[in-house]
Structures are given as structure tokens and as C-alpha cells.
């Protein structure tokens, strides 16, 4: 009779796996230019401007990676560290291109959008890339604001990490009137004219008249992120919002900011309370930051708000578009799902009145607990686990 093995055996089987098969989502951009040392000053540059960050955060993205000589090229124009970013975000494509893929191309060319594009930066399409398979087996690239001018052509694949990173070397910086235009600095962002030019203006009249743009602009620096609701949804809102008090307005207003800086992959990966600019001890003013697959949901106590797009990503800034007014607790009425939520609701609510913003109760270390969804196995490692126990208990 074949004797089982023993059940130690069995359970390192799974975490054997787990060491050999590590996370697929997994990537450090710096580490992997570091081994190649031709490539130390556009390491070194990824790495000042943030973009390294903003790379390592994102699943899918392809590095057009020049070397050194190419960027010395670059450097000797002069330009601002704030411009030197958006030339190298040009260099960032928001899209797999393996080594493989470049010779793959549907009808032989792509036009595929760059981190310059993400960042709302970027006029019209000059933010996005023409990928080219030309004869010979050259691949030519250039920016789409470049006349049609293929700068680059593809030199080697430096890392392919399949569907995730790949980080190809081409052979000149792209050439981009626009990315290279001169570039304020963070301090010297002005955020409601940014606001006023994607589509709301109404919300950043609101931040003007109530005084709350001051808080707005003195948190970019350190981070900020803002949820800011279009124009038709504020006029729909306005009614009620004359109601409220002036203190009311602008914590109403700077419930619509969080200071901190989050990414898109950040908001999907940190289900949980987060804080806002209008948090001030008891009174909360919190929401919940939930996702669906692509899809990132804002629920407070009232109202429950889509992420619908992205208006500006660069980094310590980053603008969302909302379909709807995010609506505090503190300032609006609970609305009770059920006939048997009611009671409940009813005393949770806090009206809309001219008096002071009332404190919560509730205990704040909830908040630790909350975000603790955005930890463990990813689907590639669970799978492994399972596969490995199933192969252990048929060895029984």
C-alpha cells in the first residue's frame, strides 16, 4: 500500500510557488534601468519628476528608454525640471508594445496615448505617439505633433514583463514643440483655471466667491486630489446650495478635496474612509471610495457619486469628474433605504441650517480597519495556492 505523504509536505507545495512565481502585477521601473547603467541619466530624471512613481503604480505601460548620450541631447536645451517631465511623459506609453507586438501592428502603424496625454497637459493630440513598422524590420516613432516626423527608431527591448511593463530603447529623445514648451511648477498651478478650462467652471466660481480655492491651492504642493462635478450637475445643484450657510458652503466645497495625491490605480486599490479638506476632528466629514472593476464609486451617508473621468493627472495634482454633488453627512440628511431604515436615518440626519457643523460620534480608528481591503493574494497567486493543494491532496 503506497504510503501518503506527510502534510508538511503538502503545504510547502503552495508556499514553494508562492516564492517562485511572484506577483505578475509587480514592477520597479528604477531597479530594472538601474542594471543597465547606459541608461542612468533618464533613470535619474524618471526619478526627480515622479514619473518613476507614477510608472510602478500603473498595470499596463510601455518605457521608451533613451541613453545617455541621447540625453545629453535633451539637457543642453535648458529646460525646466517641469518640462523635462513632460517631455519624458511623452516617453510613457499607456499601452503594452512587447518587442514582439512592434512588428504586430494593425495596418503597420499605431497611434497610441502617452502619460503627456494622462496629464491634461497636452493640447489637442499632441500628447499621443505614432508607432510606424517601416521596412527592414524598423520601427520608427515620433510625436503626433511632430508633422509626421518619425524621430526614433526602435533599438532593443531592455525588459518585457508580459502585459505589465515593457521597457524598450529608442534611439533619440521625440521631438515635441508642445512637450517642450515652457512649464510652471506645481506652486505656480492655478487650479480653478484649470477647472475653468475642462468643463468646470461652476464648480471653481463656487471655490472663488466662498474663498475656498485659497485652501485648494496652498495643499498642491504637498498633494492634492479633487472631485470636481461638472457644470451641468452644479446648476442642477444650485438651489440648494443657497440654502446653506456661508461656513457651510465652504466645507460643503472642501469636502470635495483630499490632500493627498491619488492616482487612478491608488483609488482603485484603497477601498475605504478617506478624509477630506473639510475634515476637522469630530466633524468627520468622510466618505467611502469603493470600486468595481474599472469602475471607482464615492458613497457618503447621502449620496453615492461615479468617478467619470480623469480632467488633470500630473502629479501632486490629479482632477476627477463627478457625476453628482458629494453630499456630507454633517450638512444633509440621511436618505433611509428601507421603511425599517427610517428610524435609524432619521436620527443620523443632520439638516441643512444655519447652524455650526455638529460633531460626529462615530469611532475614528474605523478608518484603519477600512482600508485594509486593498491587502492580500492578488488572482494570479490565489490560483497558484488553489492549483498546488489540489495537486497535493491527488498525490494523497
Known amino acids: 500500500m503506497r504510503q501518503s505523504p506527510p502534510l508538511t509536505a503538502i503545504f510547502a507545495i503552495p508556499l514553494l510557488l508562492l516564492f517562485l512565481f511572484p506577483s505578475s502585477n509587480a514592477h520597479n521601473i528604477t531597479q530594472i534601468l538601474a542594471q543597465h547603467p547606459e541608461f542612468s541619466t533618464f533613470n535619474h530624471y524618471l526619478t526627480i519628476t515622479h514619473l518613476a512613481s507614477e510608472i510602478n503604480r500603473r498595470l499596463t505601460i510601455t518605457v521608451l528608454a533613451v541613453d545617455n548620450a541621447a540625453m545629453s541631447s535633451l539637457l543642453s536645451k535648458h529646460l525646466s525640471v517641469y518640462t523635462i517631465k513632460n517631455v519624458l511623459s511623452l516617453h510613457v506609453l499607456v499601452d503594452y508594445f512587447g518587442s514582439k507586438k512592434l512588428h504586430q501592428i494593425t495596418n503597420g502603424t499605431a497611434l497610441t496615448s502617452s502619460m503627456f496625454q494622462a496629464t491634461g497637459s497636452a493640447p489637442g493630440s499632441s500628447g499621443y505617439v505614432n508607432v510606424t513598422d517601416l521596412k527592414g524590420g524598423k520601427v520608427g516613432f515620433g510625436a503626433e505633433d511632430n508633422n509626421g516626423n518619425l524621430d526614433a527608431v526602435y533599438v532593443k527591448s531592455v525588459k518585457e514583463i508580459p502585459y505589465n511593463i515593457s521597457v524598450l530603447q529608442i534611439s533619440q529623445v521625440l521631438t515635441s514643440t508642445e512637450a517642450e514648451a515652457p512649464t510652471p511648477g506645481p506652486g505656480q498651478l492655478n487650479l480653478t483655471a484649470i477647472l475653468s478650462k475642462q468643463g468646470c467652471k461652476a464648480f471653481a466660481d463656487l471655490l472663488i466667491a466662498s474663498g475656498a480655492d485659497t485652501t485648494f491651492q496652498e495643499n498642491i504642493d504637498g498633494g492634492l486630489t479633487v472631485f470636481c462635478p461638472t457644470d451641468t450637475v452644479i446648476n442642477g445643484f444650485t438651489p440648494k446650495y443657497k440654502n446653506l450657510t456661508a461656513p457651510q458652503k465652504i466645507s460643503l466645497l472642501l469636502y470635495h478635496g483630499i490632500p ?38 464615492l458613497k457618503t451617508k447621502v449620496v453615492t457619486a461615479k468617478v467619470t473621468g480623469t480632467l488633470k493627472d500630473e502629479e501632486p495634482l490629479v482632477v476627477y469628474k463627478v457625476d453628482k454633488v458629494l453630499l456630507p453627512r454633517e450638512l444633509f440628511k440621511v436618505a433611509p433605504t428601507t421603511k425599517a431604515e427610517a428610524p435609524k436615518a432619521a436620527k443620523e440626519a443632520t439638516a441643512a441650517a444655519p447652524a455650526a457643523d455638529s460633531p460626529e460620534g462615530d469611532d475614528v480608528g474605523n478608518q484603519a480597519a477600512d482600508n485594509n481591503g486593498a491587502s492580500g493574494l492578488d488572482g494570479g497567486r490565489l490560483i497558484m495556492v488553489i492549483l498546488s493543494f489540489c495537486v497535493g491532496f491527488l498525490a494523497l
Open 260 to 297: 493627498v495625491y491619488q492616482s487612478i490605480q491608488m483609488l482603485k486599490s484603497s477601498n475605504g474612509i478617506i478624509n477630506t479638506l473639510a475634515t476637522d476632528g469630530a466633524n468627520k466629514y468622510d466618505f467611502t471610495v469603493q470600486n468595481d472593476g474599472e469602475e471607482v464609486t
